[in-house]
């Protein structure tokens, strides 16, 4: 399994960036996918997921209205359109896969939020 996502930047508050991330080594429109952010010193946090086929998505509060989670199961890709970005959501972006018996990470995406 390898996540590779790409994308991140440093943007102003209000502004706009896309993530990506190009999976491979499994079946990807099996799988749920998911994106994580994690600030230094800080857990970990969900923002998002997408269900195998992309009808179901879902976010924590603090992005819901903002981000937009979809995926492209023909080129094997989830993405994370991310709108009004705030200062609070610099952090390092993971997207993730759980395939049995354990999770799978990227490298992570820097996004800085600032002016």
Not at 44 to 56: W, Y
Not at 58 to 82: C, H, P
Request: aromatic share 12%.
């Amino acid at each position: 399994v390898q996540l590779v996502e790409s994308g991140g930047g440093l943007v102003q508050p209000g502004g706009s960036l896309r993530l990506s991330c190009a999976a491979s080594g499994f079946a990807f429109s099996a799988y749920d996918m998911k994106w994580h952010r994690q600030v230094p010193g800080k857990e970990r946090e969900l923002v998002a997921d997408i269900s195998s086929s992309g009808g179901i998505t879902k976010y924590a509060d603090s992005v819901n209205g903002r981000f937009t989670i979809s995926r492209d199961n023909a080129k094997n890709m989830v993405y994370l359109q991310m709108n009004s970005l705030k200062p609070e959501d610099t952090a390092v972006y993971y997207c993730n896969v759980y395939k049995w018996p354990r999770d799978y990470w990227g490298q992570g995406t820097q996004v800085t939020v600032s002016s």
